[in-house]
């Protein structure tokens, strides 16, 4: 769904200045305390998180409970705008999903241009509400909420497909504890095998929804409800008023508000739904600028529950946590930005010399881009975090072997430069306030 808010006045000056003044701190760091030491910091702090939680998944598992007898009336609401490929899948899922009670559907057409409202029309057993203009994602979920006639509210995306048991699995979570607002599900990527994009994208997923979301929910502090589904228990929903319509990362925020205002959040990792992910990296990159822009532009808003103990583990970890996962990204971007130029001007500068007496040789020790004390580092952080990327397959019923090693490798060496680019993008822009963009 489209939609575009404004963030404010834009400021290139400041900008420029923010960006100099990183800059000159990181390489004068660099020139002085050297590149193995400044790249050290972020990394660590990286390895402590990835470590506390390795610690909690490991100390406590989540008991199996029974469940329960009588199962409250579910809703499914699907936002939907110009999702022609996607909206009969995603509710034909929906409808065969083996959820013990009855299941009112409700699909809102944001406005679409393309064939979704004559697919919404043909759909037997779904109500369609139609916005006469395009609000965005989080306006078109209220107003079906609005219309939601079950005590418990899924909302499900428009190109997200859930497994039959999926909705059955986050009731019951729900239903543990009375204080719990929302269960959270095991988010895994549609067709994997479709690009080279999406294998190294499933790596991702697997940590992020799998091992980390399980070792958050044992530290009782998860950090988002994903947009692909979330279950939410009405009365907690409409206590907090639904989604921020001006928020463009409105399942972030959401899950920041229900713990601000008391409610826990569960998370099911029986409950398993595909989503369909982006193919270009210029997708990818429309769709991390935003979630990163999100977080930054919440952080500001919740700054108070930073470091505050009343909050637990989200407030003194969680979320401290997961800001400095962004701020380490914006220091290894411009490290290797600072490495690249460096490098380069030594290559030109050989070249110039060996030209200069007429005789080129291959001697390009001097071109080496790391130590082998970096090497020994890079081993350090990255074992603990392949070993839960080993858990994560194990919870997906997969195997981690010699297969997985070449998406891997992708992702390690490839994809984290790539991402890490795109939270220094992220905060360059939400620094000079450019506008909010939802795709």
Not at 120 to 143: E, I, R
Not at 285 to 293: G, I, S
Not at 365 to 372: D, E, I, N, P, R
Not at 423 to 431: G, M, Q
Request: glycine content about 6%; aromatic content about 14%; some cysteine.
């Amino acid at each position: 769904m489209s939609l575009e808010i404004s963030a404010g006045k834009p400021r290139p000056i400041v900008t420029a200045l923010v960006v100099v003044a990183i800059a000159a701190i990181i390489f004068f760091s660099i020139s002085r305390i050297g590149y193995f030491w400044v790249m050290l910091a972020p990394n660590l702090v990286l390895l402590l998180v990835t470590l506390v939680m390795l610690f909690a998944f490991f100390e406590k598992k989540p008991e199996k409970k029974m469940a329960p007898k009588d199962y409250p009336r579910l809703t499914v609401i699907l936002p939907v705008h110009n999702a022609q490929e996607t909206i009969e899948k995603a509710i034909e899922r929906v409808r065969n999903s083996d959820y013990p009670y009855g299941i009112e559907v409700i699909a809102v057409d944001d406005a679409s241009t393309d064939s979704s409202p004559q697919i919404l029309a043909k759909l037997k057993g779904v109500k369609v509400l139609t916005m006469k203009k395009n609000v965005g994602k989080a306006a078109a979920l209220n107003a079906g909420a609005k219309l939601a006639k079950g005590e418990v509210i899924a909302f499900v995306d428009a190109d997200s497909y859930v497994e039959k048991t999926a909705f059955k699995h986050a009731v019951e979570a729900i239903l543990e504890d009375d204080e719990i607002g929302a269960a959270t599900c095991f988010i895994r990527v549609a067709d994997a095998n479709k690009s080279i994009l999406r294998k190294v994208q499933e790596i991702e997923y697997y940590t992020g929804f799998g091992f980390a979301a399980l070792a958050s929910h044992l530290l009782d502090a998860i950090f988002v409800t994903p947009g692909p589904t979330t279950v939410f228990r009405k009365t907690a929903f409409e206590k907090i008023h639904g989604f921020d319509e001006h928020n463009i990362t409105e399942d972030l925020e959401m899950a920041w508000r229900l713990r601000r205002h008391g409610f826990g959040i569960a998370y099911s990792p029986d409950s398993i739904v595909y989503t369909e992910v982006p193919d270009t990296i210029k997708a990818l990159y429309r769709q991390r600028l935003r979630w990163y822009r999100g977080k930054l532009f919440n952080v500001r808003k919740y700054s108070d529950m930073l470091f505050n103990k009343k909050y637990g583990n989200f407030g003194l970890f969680m979320l401290p946590g997961s800001f400095s996962a962004e701020f380490a990204g914006i220091v290894l971007s411009f490290s290797f930005v600072y490495l690249l130029f460096r490098q380069a001007a030594w290559l030109a500068s050989y070249l110039a010399s060996s030209l200069a007496v007429g005789t080129l040789s291959l001697d390009l020790s001097g071109f080496a881009l790391v130590g082998t004390s970096a090497i020994a580092m890079g081993a350090v952080i990255v074992i603990p975090w392949i070993f839960a990327l080993y858990l994560s397959y194990g919870m997906a019923g997969r195997k981690f072997g010699l297969r997985q090693v070449p998406q891997l490798f992708l992702f390690l060496f490839f994809y984290g430069t790539v991402v890490s680019f795109f939270y220094c993008a992220s905060f360059i822009k939400e620094v000079n306030r450019s506008d909010y963009k939802w795709k």
